[in-house]
Each structure stands twice: as C-alpha cells, then as structure tokens.
C-alpha cells in the first residue's frame, strides 16, 4: 500500500532558517510543517540562554529581509541585541506572518530514511509518530549541536553541570556561587563579565586563545534608526555582496603592508570602534597577506595588553601560531572580557601547556597542579559545527547510508545546500558553505532551494539526484581556494571551522572561504542555469 504524502515539506528547526524557509516556500504554494524540539522557536536564540548571550552581528542586519514591512515595523533597542530581544524578534515575525499553525515545538526527529520505492521521505519522532513529505530539509543550523568533551569522571560531579547551550530554561542562581567554566571561545567571551559581577569566584580553563575584538554596544537613537529604515535596500544589497555577508563598507582600496607605519597605527586606532568592521574596514589585505595579518594581530594584542595587568596572564591571552581568522575572533560585550581578568574573583587557567585537566571530581575539577572547588561547572566547549546537527540522528539515502557515515573522512555537499546519496534532501548552511552574517546565507539558501522546488513542482518532476560528479566538483574547489588562504593552518590550532575540536576525527574543510558574495552569485548561476549540479525525474 503506496504511504500517502502528510506534507509537501518537512523542515527540522524553528529559527531564522526555518522561518525563512516557511516565507518561501509558502509562496511556492506547497504544504509545510516545521518540526523543533525546543519548547519555543528561536534555534539558537531559545537555547542560548546564558548571561551575557548577544549577537555577535549588529542586529539592524542581523535579521530576515523578506518583509519590507517587518524591516520597518520591528524596532532594535542596542547594536547588538541580547538572546531575548532577538528572541522576541523571531516571534513578532511568526506573529506577523502567521508562521505558527505550521510550527510543532516539543518534538524530536529521531530518523528520516528515503523511501525507494515511493520516493518519499519517511520521518519518524521520538513520540513514536510517523510522517511522509516529498522534501526534507534541514534548518537545524551549523553550530546547533554542541560538543561534550570527554573528561574523566564528569558526570561525578554532584552540582549543576551542563553545556552553555543548554542552559537551564527556568535560570540558574550563581550569585556567591564557586563557578568553573571549561572552554574559552565565543560564549565564554560574552558569559564571563555578566557571570563575575556577582559570582563568588570564576575559574575559567582555556585551551586556545582568542584574537577578541571589541563590540562597543551602544543603544539605538531615533536618528541613527531612522538613518537605517532610510536605506534598508542598501544595507541588504551590502550583505548580499560582501565577503562575509556583512553590510560594511567594503574593500576601501588601501593595503596595510603598502601603508606608511605610523598612518596605519593611526587607521587601526581610528577604526577601533567595535564590530568585524575593524577587519574589512581598515585594509583589503588583512586575512590575504601574512605580513597584513601579523600586523593587524599584533595591534589586538596589543590593545589587550594595555587592559590586562597581570603580565602573566595576558601572556596566556596571548594567540600563538596561528593567523587572525583561523579560528573565529568574538567580541567583547560591556563589561570586558579582558578586563574581567583584573578582578580578584576571576582566574584563568591554560589547560594546553601549563596544567591540563585530569578529572572531574565530585565537588570540582583537578589538573596536573591543583584542585579546583566549585558548586556550578558550565561546559562552553563549543559545537560540531557545519555537520553536527545532520549526524545527530540516522538520515539515510538511497543507498541506505547514513550521512554520519558517509562524512566520517570527508564532509562533502554541493553549496552547502544538498548532498549526493540523498535526493530531495535539502540542507541550510550545511558543510562548505561559506561562513558569513548568518540571516544572509539562510536567505540565500532559502531562495536556492525554494526555486529548486518551484521548478520541481511547476515541471512535473518528483525526484532531484544530486550529482556525485558535481559534489566532488564543489568539495574540490572549496579545499583547493582553502589552500590559498591564511586559513591553511594545518594542525596549529584548534578551529571548529576544520572540525579539529571534534575528537577521533580528523579535520575537513568545512568553510568555503572564496567569499560569501562570491558564493551568492553561484548559487544564482545555479538557478539561472537550470541547476545543473542535480538530475531531476
């Protein structure tokens, strides 16, 4: 007996790429249920709840531009908004476009395998429940699925312990508390200044150090958002052009190796007034030329030297041997990251050469030195960025295999957006794609694969195959512009944008670095050529 189709479409995530994925898809005309297991929608924005958790883009950009409307309607508070205001922002967008009759919270994909003989694909949930669509697509996006290290004893510790992303939704009290954080990326740089104004102490474990940047939040005026909602189709036409999906301006037609020393010192002071802008905004050849790149890194750790009095401990601070931009640089929200290390209840330990980490125990954490005493220990180790989310769960294709299995040496896909093995199978900002200013690339992927389905359901076809040719075309390409870039660092640091922070596995070029404009473009030529990277039947 031949499964009826419950859905046009299945799509697993209610955050921006979700949502956005609901907008076009919609307008294709087709049927579309969206599945999340969070209580709320809002991806990354539900889970990540901890102190201090904000954008890392300014939010004016950081947002869905489908809705020229809702561009002038919602109004952000700050430069960079904290989870909750972003939050509320994703549900003003599902209020306004009614979103939530296709939205089901609370339930948890546990499998999705094509079906051969129908040619559908068959989703079941962790209730027991069972669905069909046409199209699967992931909107489970690329730093969704976090990554829990493999220490000794720790789950023996008898205070709360969780991973930063699953921070827990009723809150935690950590006033006069003894807190340890392990790890030291993105989330630590936000969550440690809120953490230690009222902790007790705060220990934080680094591995590898950060070239940190400055946000400098400052509050929206009247007259800087009405500047915005003036020019909002520039804004999105710099985002959609730019090399990382950024609306900046940008190349400025000056090289910093070219530049007269005490004119650049000058530039690099006078654009250090927070946001990735300092990067593309001072010089062209910053992340292209070693020399460039030395400079500008040694300007940041210069401006962190000048904040850190612990000459010892700003020697840990310190990057070595890698390049500004092999691993992602955060930013510093108010209060500083640095500057949280002048206070008398902050510690930094360096787990990499001076005391790694042995165990957990049941009241702390014990290294080769010390014993360290705590009643709460947050795990900021990061995500299995790019292929987490997809090898969470079994998906299997036609030949039965498991995406999980078929990346375990190389995590191949064409654009970011399909993965041979696997027809109808859509993913949003899958591995080797680009990493940009995320609400872009979400939309760019949404319209590739909306029209891919437009086509689809306006010829008559029922199958897409993804091309292995064209997979092994794309993944080629994304390593060789790696190979040509600053990013080429081998093994020398820990970069979850190579999958180097996942364990027993190697590390894969999972970003394409020629530029995320560059990147649009393609996936336009896709379009406009018909898709020639898939077979349709």
């Not at 990326?185 to 969550?191: E, I, L, R, S």
Request: glycine residues 8%; charged residues 25%.
């Amino acid at each position: 007996m031949p499964l009826k189709v419950d859905y046009d479409a299945i799509v697993v995530g209610a955050g921006f790429a979700g949502l956005a994925l609901m907008h076009y898809l919609k307008e294709v005309g087709i049927s579309v249920q969206v599945f999340d297991k969070a209580t709320d929608i809002g991806g990354t924005w539900t889970w990540n709840r901890y102190p201090g958790a904000a954008t890392d883009s300014e939010g004016y950009y950081y947002c869905l531009t489908f809705s020229k409307e809702i561009l002038q309607e919602w109004s952000w508070s700050r430069r960079y908004p904290g989870w909750e205001e972003t939050l509320k922002y994703l549900h003003f967008v599902a209020d306004k476009c009614d979103m939530w009759p296709d939205i089901q919270l609370n339930t948890e994909i546990v499998s999705a395998d094509f079906q051969n003989d129908t040619g559908l694909w068959l989703i079941k949930t962790g209730d027991g429940k069972q669905y069909t669509c046409k199209y699967f697509i992931s909107a489970m996006g690329m730093i969704s699925e976090p990554v829990i290290p493999k220490i000794k004893g720790l789950k023996k510790f008898k205070g709360p312990s969780f991973h930063s992303s699953r921070w827990p939704q009723e809150g935690l009290d950590y006033a006069d508390k003894r807190v340890g954080i392990i790890g030291c990326g993105a989330t630590t740089v936000q969550m440690l200044p809120a953490m230690a104004q009222t902790a007790k102490n705060v220990t934080v474990f680094q591995r590898t150090p950060n070239f940190v940047l400055p946000a400098m939040q400052s509050q929206m005026t009247p007259e800087w958002e009405k500047e915005i909602k003036d020019n909002y189709d520039e804004i999105i036409a710099k985002c959609r052009n730019h090399s990382f999906g950024m609306a900046f301006d940008s190349p400025v037609g000056r090289n910093a190796v070219d530049t007269p020393a005490e004119e650049r010192q000058k530039i690099f002071e006078e654009h250090w007034k927070g946001s990735f802008r300092w990067v593309f905004e001072t010089f062209d050849d910053l992340l292209v030329d070693p020399a460039a790149n030395k400079m500008a890194a040694d300007f940041i750790i210069s401006k962190m030297k000048e904040v850190v009095k612990d000459p010892e401990v700003a020697d840990i601070l310190t990057p070595k041997g890698y390049p500004l931009f092999a691993k992602r640089p955060p930013l510093e929200h108010d209060p500083g990251f640095y500057e949280s290390f002048n206070r008398d209840n902050v510690k930094l330990v360096d787990i990499k050469d001076r005391e790694p980490i042995v165990e957990i125990t049941e009241n702390g954490v014990r290294t080769t030195l010390d014993h360290y005493e705590f009643d709460i220990i947050v795990l900021a180790t990061g995500f299995q960025a790019y292929t987490g989310a997809l090898e969470a769960f079994d998906i299997r294709g036609v030949s039965g295999t498991t995406i999980r299995d078929k990346w375990e040496v190389e995590s191949k896909s064409i654009m970011g957006v399909c993965i041979a093995d696997y027809p109808n199978l859509f993913t949003i900002t899958g591995p080797q794609a680009p990493f940009a200013n995320l609400p872009t690339s979400i939309q760019q992927n949404a319209l590739w694969i909306s029209d891919c389905i437009k086509k689809m359901e306006s010829e008559g076809y029922d199958l897409c195959h993804p091309l292995p040719e064209a997979e092994d075309e794309w993944s080629a390409h994304v390593a060789e512009i790696h190979r040509q870039t600053l990013m080429d660092v081998g093994d020398k640091v820990h970069s979850w944008m190579m999958g180097a922070n996942i364990e027993n596995k190697n590390a894969r070029v999972l970003v394409y670095f020629g530029g995320a404009g560059v990147y649009y473009d393609k996936l336009r030529e896709s379009v406009n050529q018909g898709f020639p990277e898939l077979s349709f039947s």
